[in-house]
């Protein structure tokens, strides 16, 4: 087992049986424009499993827009970490560690670390990345914790304090055997790495059983993902109680692990900011995700497979949390809850995500404000695949809703609910999409759904339109008595391309759409049609170079003329859809 440490940007070295030390970097990230601050190489000497623990501090005065740190395979990227929202005006240090698995098969393979950053508003940020570091380090087959050769003679050394910032609770006592109870050792872990003023509580390829464990500021838990390491919430738990517990606090991350709620909520966010969960399993749990009273979170890559209660879950006035390539499978069997649940929520996006095979709603949403959705499907469910009730200001672009209303493969209960439902007040609704019942051999007696779209009686629709792909439901496509439904086929809509990059659009329906493609992150639409107040909707097509988040801004919206679509990142060319949704 081997490991090597590197300070400091455009090295390269072959891991061997000594530390390898690397001067200090810094970096000038210019507004707009990706700047590779640093960058690690190294290879590795023998073929195996190895472990990249990246961590730098950045001391940042007048804002970055945003930090991407990525591993590369040669030229490929194996995975990135984006860090948002560390604009300041005035000079502060923040502290970020990662970890990246990487499986070693070709040993002539050149492996680097490249920090990139892109400045936020009009001026030019200078960043200190004076605390850049990159450990590689490969596991012991026979040992939870760390076993590293780090002297030239050979020696093993087996130290927490070799590794700067990770804890391994195998260090502190945990056993990871499923049966003994490891909750005070994971503790202890914990406390060292708030004592270090923060750090990575590092989990191996086991299942650690263990009660509620409260994750303080600054302190990541990472495992070595979902088919390799478990937490095991203790036989019993009690009633409203969750296996890990953020609350009152910021910067917690919880990464590449299975958590087995044992009835008991899986992760609990409560008064919390600036969270991130990804690449997660949560199974077992009484509630897998529950949100409340919570904002600014990353939740990405995190499944909820078989679950009795809620999948995802937000409550309590959450607000301007991110899903992304989140899905909720075969959730809500106790009570028929809804796979996605949120209520009071303000400003969430959704991206690639979706419901299958929920006892109950698909996607659920009650008295939201400012939801965006773009890639989102709900398959399967017993009952809507999407639901709205008393929202506004939400808009869906690309929501696929299939053969909901059935609790099985063979039709039971079909022909009561619909793929999108709508109820109470609501304003300003722009869904667009699919709805209905495509041929599938595994699925009997279809359709299922009883409406493409349903506006329930009683209820108030302001301003919502329906731009959907309508087709084999059991009552027909649509039942409204406020909204207008606006079939996609037939918009009559031309789009023409310049070299320039400037897009050209014409057409006789009610909605207007197109491609577009960025050239340096921006792109100028011309369109006759927008107006000032225009709803405009923006997905990634094709992507290609750094993709970032797509935005109109109101400022760039010329009525009658054009609009500009904008991307975070300054090297963005991907292609990316757009739709003029009102």
Not at 40 to 51: A, E, I, R
Not at 211 to 239: D, E, H, K
């Amino acid at each position: 087992m081997a490991h090597a440490i590197f300070n400091g940007p455009n090295q390269s070295t072959v891991i061997g049986n000594s530390p390898v030390n690397f001067p200090i970097a810094s970096a000038i990230f210019a507004a707009g424009v990706a700047v590779d601050a640093t960058e690690t190489k190294f290879s590795f000497s023998n073929p195996g499993q190895y472990y990249v623990y990246v961590s730098f501090r950045a001391a940042v005065k007048d804002g970055v827009k945003s930090i991407a740190v990525s591993l590369y395979d040669n030229t490929a990227k194996l995975d990135v970490f984006i860090l948002k929202g560390l604009a300041s005006s005035t000079a502060k240090s923040d502290s970020q560690s990662f970890i990246f698995p990487v499986l070693v098969t070709n040993v002539a393979h050149l492996y680097s670390i490249t920090l990139t950053g892109i400045g936020h508003g009009n001026d030019t940020v200078l960043i200190s990345i004076a605390g850049f570091q990159a450990l590689v380090t490969s596991f012991a087959p026979a040992a939870d914790g760390i076993t590293i050769i780090n002297n030239p003679d050979g020696t093993i050394s087996t130290s927490g304090a070799s590794l700067p910032g990770i804890f391994p609770v195998g260090l502190y006592g945990a056993v990871g055997d499923g049966i003994t109870n490891d909750t005070a050792a994971i503790a202890a872990a914990t406390a060292a790495a708030v004592a270090h003023g923060g750090g990575i509580v590092l989990f191996d390829a086991k299942t650690y059983l263990t009660n509620t464990q409260t994750i303080p500021s600054n302190v990541v838990f990472q495992g070595l993902g979902t088919t390799l390491t478990t937490l095991l919430r203790t036989a019993a738990p009690p009633l409203g109680t969750s296996l890990i517990l953020i609350s009152g606090t910021s910067g917690q991350a919880v990464r590449s692990m299975t958590l087995n709620g044992n009835g008991a909520y899986g992760v609990y966010l409560f008064d919390a900011e600036d969270v991130q969960l990804r690449d997660l399993l949560a199974t077992n749990c009484s509630l897998a995700f529950y949100v409340y009273f919570t904002n600014g979170c990353d939740i990405y890559n995190c499944r909820a497979v078989a679950n009795p209660g809620y999948g995802f879950s937000e409550q309590g006035g959450s607000s301007d949390n991110k899903y992304t390539c989140c899905d909720a499978i075969s959730c809500g069997t106790s009570g028929n809850a809804a796979s996605f649940y949120f209520v009071g929520s303000e400003g969430d996006r959704f991206t690639s995500c979706g419901a299958t095979d929920g006892a109950g709603h698909g996607f659920y949403f009650q008295n939201c404000l400012d939801i965006q959705g773009t890639e989102v499907k709900a398959e399967r469910n017993a009952y809507d695949g999407f639901h709205f009730n008393a929202c506004a200001d939400c808009h869906f672009f690309n929501a696929y809703a299939h053969w909901n209303s059935s609790s099985d493969n063979i039709g039971t209960g079909k022909g009561v609910y619909s793929g999108f439902s709508i109820e109470g007040i609501c304003a300003d609704l722009n869904l667009r999409g699919r709805s209905g019942d495509r041929n599938d051999v595994a699925l009997l007696n279809t359709p299922y759904q009883k409406y493409g779209i349903y506006e329930n009686p009683g209820g108030t629709y302001t301003d919502c339109f329906y731009h959907l792909d309508i087709y084999d439901n059991v009552t027909g496509p649509s039942s409204l008595s406020g909204g207008n439904l606006v079939p996609l086929a037939g918009d009559g809509v031309t789009i023409t391309t310049s070299s320039s990059g400037i897009i050209s659009s014409a057409g006789g329906g009610s909605s207007v759409k197109g491609t577009a493609t960025l050239v340096g992150g921006t792109v100028t639409v011309n369109a006759p049609t927008v107006a000032a107040n225009s709803v405009i909707l923006v997905s990634y097509n094709t992507t290609a170079g750094l993709i970032g988040f797509l935005s109109v801004p109101t400022a760039s919206i010329m009525a009658g003329v054009s609009f500009v679509i904008h991307s975070s990142s300054a090297t963005d060319a991907s292609t990316v859809n757009w739709m003029i949704a009102s």
